[in-house]
């Protein structure tokens, strides 16, 4: 079993959809958890991040992580066709110095 | 702040040849990372440094080698191009080793033929 799973999509959603991104983990040490957003041919770039379990909330973004099932999710609001990017999540334990990242997901939201 | 910048964007290799994948970074970050990219398979690492003169190996090292003499340049070269190494490279650093953001360059994009 790979330490992060993510389903590479594609997912296709209309203008102002709900929109969730998830991913599994099987290192119960991981502590640390984030969401990066990569545009077409750019690096990625860091969204969101959460220490430990529980929500959190920037905007139209919410990143929930749920430690007793090894699973983190990222909720899209009201999306946009500028939400159109690869989604990748990324975890870490506490004495790690590297991120252990998903396969992405690519999120194309047509206007 | 110009940020992480990297240079080639694009370089086509024929296979045996060697090249320098240049990183240099203007955040005083003391960690350094080199990932490859490959479609739909995510961020692997390749090899991270914690400091100047430090460098330690990541999940796909092979066919790769680092150096950091410096705080702000990290180069990665490969040595006999293979096919395989047919990817984009990214380049990231972080300020602390307690950091969960690490910033990105733009990438180059590799083809060995």
């Known amino acids: 079993q790979k330490e992060v799973e993510q389903d590479p999509g594609p997912l296709s959603v209309p203008e102002g959809a709900i929109v969730s991104l998830n991913c599994t983990y099987s290192?119960?040490?991981?502590?640390?958890f984030m969401w990066y957003r990569q545009y077409s041919r750019k690096g990625p770039e860091l969204l969101m991040y959460t220490y430990s379990s529980g929500n959190k909330e920037d905007g139209r973004f919410t990143a929930q992580v749920d430690k007793s099932s090894k699973y983190i999710s990222l909720f899209i609001r009201d999306s946009q066709p500028s939400d159109s990017a690869t989604y990748l999540c990324?975890?870490?334990?506490?004495?790690?110095?590297?991120?252990?990242f998903g396969k992405g997901t690519t999120l194309s939201v047509s206007s | 702040n110009a940020g992480v910048t990297q240079t080639p964007k694009f370089r086509i290799l024929k296979i045996g040849q060697s090249m320098t994948l240049q990183c240099t970074q203007d955040m005083n970050h003391n960690y350094m990372y080199w990932y490859r990219q490959d479609p739909g398979m995510g961020l692997k690492l390749i090899y991270y440094s914690v400091g100047a003169g430090i460098t330690d190996k990541g999940e796909v090292p092979n066919g790769y080698n680092v150096s950091r003499s410096t705080t702000e340049d990290f180069p990665l070269r490969l040595e006999l191009a293979a096919p395989s190494q047919t990817s984009v490279y990214f380049c990231?650093?972080?300020?602390?080793?307690?950091?969960?953001?690490?910033?990105f360059g733009p990438g180059t994009r590799l083809t060995v033929t």
């Open positions: 290192n119960s040490a991981f502590q640390y």
């Open positions: 990324a975890m870490r334990n506490q004495a790690g110095t590297a991120l252990i």
């Open positions: 990231a650093s972080t300020g602390t080793s307690g950091s969960y953001e690490q910033y």
